[in-house]
């Protein structure tokens, strides 16, 4: 009420003697801090801001109450004196506990600004620490102040992550304190990489790593990259996903490796073919020459083309053959490779549309002896 009063009337008597009644009923630390709260932050009242806590300072009766009437000392009134006096108090009768120890600790750091004693507090807050999100804190408290503690801490952090999903809840919830921390950041993915068991997270960190270091830190990529992954639909997904993030390609053409080497291990059964084909259409789209020779494509469409001369889809007439090589002419402009492409599909082709689609083709390559060739292949079939 007093508030709304001193809003639409400006009437400060009013105010004040609404403020003196409810100060006549509080009797409790908790209330009349709130108390003393309001008429600061109404008033800019200092005198009877200050008497208020004073008050509260006898009706309090633990440390929580003894830090949070300190803490207004300073914020409210630049009394760090009296603050000091209030901490040191607290700490006499804190609780033997994480959360009250940290409460502390933490603000004779922030609040009251004594690094030294705040140290002397975090060591023995340490000792109540069970968890990663306790170790956390303590870390991320004593970075700026204390470079061997912090050590210390951060050590115990990532002795405290057991799971994958204990990591996938601290890149979900404390990546922004991680990624202006990449000294640290690298050594969580390190851990990240220890406890993924599944080639999803593998490739989800092979993605964060990108995203948080480019392609700068082989070294770590390569922890993930050594790993065996046979999925190809997922290699290829990832590889996709990291042109974006690795504007370099650098990932992209190291994950399309594993695919293709995947396909040659596995060799190329009927229900990868489809997969193996948008690959291929894929790595082609790069646009990297180099690449498509280092990698031997060719190799990969000839199999590819005679495992399954039916593979052509008939009702369309964009067979994958014909997809590989417009995605050459398009994207390589190499017409050596794209006339090998042109003749493998020659070699597996059985219908009158496949060589009609060949005529196109032929003449785009500026081979109009097989254009004719391929249309009189036509012309029998009709």
Known sequence: MPEKVLFYSNDIDFVREIFRDKESIV???ASVLYLSDRIFSTLKDEEWTRRLLEKSIKLSKNSSEKIAIAKRFIQQLNDKEMAKK????AEEIVDGDFKSYYKLANDIL????DEKWAKQLYKKTEKYAKNKDDYFLL?????????NLCDKLFKKYLESLKTYKDIEEVLSFDIKYFSENKKLLKKVY???????RIDKD????????????????????DKILTKKINNIALLREYALKSIDVSKDKYLAKELFKKALKSIKNKGFKTDDLFEIGRLLDDIIELGDNEFVKEVNILYFIEKLLKKQPDYFHRNSRFSLGG?????????????????KVCKLIEDNSIYEWEYSELVIYYLRLDDKEAARRMYEKYKKLI
């Open 86 to 89: 209030l901490y040191k108090e």
């Open 27 to 29: 009797n409790s630390c």
């Open 202 to 221: 593998r490739l989800e960190l092979l993605l964060n790593i990108a995203t948080y270091f480019g392609t700068s830190d082989i070294e770590l990529l």
């Open 190 to 196: 390190e851990k990240a990489i220890e406890l993924a």
């Open 323 to 339: 997809r590989l090589f417009n995605s050459i002419m398009t994207n390589l402009e190499d017409n050596e490779l794209a006339m």
């Open 139 to 147: 870390f991320k408290d004593i970075e700026k102040i204390d470079e």
């Open 110 to 113: 922030f609040v009251l600004e």
